[in-house]
């Protein structure tokens, strides 16, 4: 049988049974472009994820001294942290220091733990999403030295609000007791586990003067610019910062690292597991297809028509309807998504935001539609249409003439 014969006949039997054809093709494309949103949605959700670790406040490298991660000692700090910084921003980068100390916060009888951190109030602004992180009130002033911001938890456990003052106390660096008494000026959204928790944040010459830190700082956080090479960025900040412990934000933070590459595994086994149930689907809508043309097959293979063109003759028909679900499953997904990917989903009607890892999880669920969003699915539908259809293919082909033209 010529090809153009076969898929004339494809075509027909297509259109037979108009209804189930139909409904086939339909859960076909209904599947398929649920799969391209779920992956636009999760991959936006990753790429959030990180993008939030990153750019809130940990930065995509950090630099400390040698050993500091492992004692948070005061004392172990980056002796010359603004020549560093002057060669890491001449690269086209963000960088900014930091100091660290931890002490006991009051207000009247309340009191709590905190990590005070010394930051250089323009420079964050410039650099991270921290400073735009604000519940109430505005983040930190230069001018305004005794003004500080503080985590929402610490805020809660303190009962503080805007414009209350808050005493701490501290043992600075050369012995002797620090205290002081400070004006909340912004409280922050979730930023951090830490930071939500205990977070005290100054303006670094307050820290200094409080703290009795002159000089040096105990981390330089990295922003790089978007779509620049991590690995690349990290070689130049290596190059840059020799003799210091560098990290990139996947080394400070593994679990969310492991937890962006398990949402990777899951989207895989998730395209495997619904093109594996639209399997099913179209195997029983041939199986029966096929069982109703028993008689036809049979005089078929009576008059000539090869067991070879029979089996094509069920694959293209398969091959027709995969075509069909993904010209329209293709057709309201990828719109979707690409709306999705500028509109997003405002998750905060129904959470009051929180953490992952120690990292703020966005309220607003954003796709990203990526090839591998959609080329995945659209690999499988028709992957997994074939190997449903090659059974009914197969037993059409095999068929005893004079049985399926008896056959009742």
């Given amino acids: ?21 139909a409904i086939t093709t339909l859960v076909m494309a209904f599947a398929l472009g649920m799969m391209i949103i779920y992956l636009s949605l999760t991959d936006g959700y990753s790429r959030g994820m990180a993008d939030n670790a990153v750019s809130m406040q940990m930065g995509s490298i950090q630099v400390h001294a040698p050993g500091y991660l492992e004692t948070r000692s005061v004392y172990k700090m980056i002796s010359s942290p ?3 910084i002057r060669a890491i921003d001449s690269r086209g980068f963000k960088a900014v220091p930091r100091l660290f100390s931890s002490g006991l916060a009051a207000k009247d009888e309340s009191s709590a733990g905190v990590l005070i951190e010394g930051v250089d109030a323009s420079a964050e602004n410039w650099a991270f999403k921290m400073p735009r992180q604000l519940m109430d009130g505005k983040w930190l002033d230069n001018a305004d030295p005794k ?10 456990s303190l009962s503080a609000g805007i414009g209350d003052e808050i005493v701490i106390v501290s043992q600075a660096a050369d012995g002797s007791i620090a205290n002081d008494l400070f004006r909340v000026r912004g409280i922050l959204k979730s930023v951090s586990e830490i930071t939500d ?59 969310l690292a492991n937890i962006i590459n398990i949402l ?19 195997l029983n809508a041939m199986l029966m297809a096929v069982f109703e043309r028993i008689r036809e097959y049979g005089m078929m293979k009576a008059l000539g028509v090869t067991p070879f063109d029979i089996f094509c003759m069920v694959i293209v028909e398969i091959l027709v309807q995969a075509a069909a679900a993904a010209v329209i499953g293709l057709a309201f997904s990828i719109p979707l998504a690409i709306s999705l990917q500028t509109y997003g989903i405002d998750l905060s009607v129904l959470v009051d935001g929180g953490t992952i890892s120690g990292v703020a999880v966005s309220l607003a669920l954003f796709s990203y539609l990526t090839p591998f969003a959609v080329l995945t699915p659209l690999a499988a539908l028709f992957v997994f249409s074939l190997a449903a259809g090659a059974i009914p293919a197969i037993r059409a082909a095999r068929l005893d003439p004079i049985r399926a033209i008896h056959y009742t």
């Fill in 197 to 255: 928790r205990a977070g005290f944040i100054m303006p670094i010459n307050t820290f200094r003067d409080l703290m009795v830190m002159p000089e040096g700082a105990h981390e330089i956080a990295v922003m790089i610019p978007a779509g620049y090479d991590s690995n690349i960025a990290l070689r130049i900040v290596e190059g840059i910062c020799r003799g210091q412990d560098i990290r990139s934000w996947q080394l400070l933070n593994p679990a």
């Fill in 264 to 282: 990777d595994i899951v989207m895989i086994f998730l395209v495997i597991i619904t093109s594996a149930a639209i399997s099913i689907v179209i």
């Fill in 147 to 156: 003004g500080v911001v503080i985590g929402k938890r610490l805020a809660r």
């Fill in 1 to 21: 049988m010529k090809p153009a014969s076969i898929i004339k006949l494809s075509f027909r039997n297509v259109f037979r049974a108009r209804r189930r054809s």
């Fill in 82 to 84: 603004d020549d560093y």
